[in-house]
């Protein structure tokens, strides 16, 4: 098989062989793998920064109730 853009619906699909239907998926698959693969990394490191942000954001407001915890309760 070529490699070549596929534009068909589902029932066309469906009628469609087996071994041709896994050449379009496996096709499909290798076209977009780099793009996935960078929107996947970004994703995973973004994680990494919001779990930092939220514990520098706890740590803040911690310190902050026992500022005012002891400045407020003498």
Do not use: H, S
Not at 42 to 57: F, H, M, N, S
Not at 61 to 72: D, H, K, P, S, W
């Amino acid at each position: 098989m070529t490699n070549e853009a596929y534009e068909i619906d589902e029932f066309t699909f469906k009628k469609l062989p087996v071994e041709n239907q896994n050449w379009i998926l496996y096709n499909t698959f290798n076209k977009y793998r780099t793009d996935m693969e960078t929107r996947v990394c970004a994703i995973e490191k973004r994680k990494l920064i919001y779990k930092v942000i939220a514990g520098a954001a706890g740590f803040i407001g911690g310190f902050i109730a026992v500022l005012t915890n002891a400045l407020f309760n003498k």
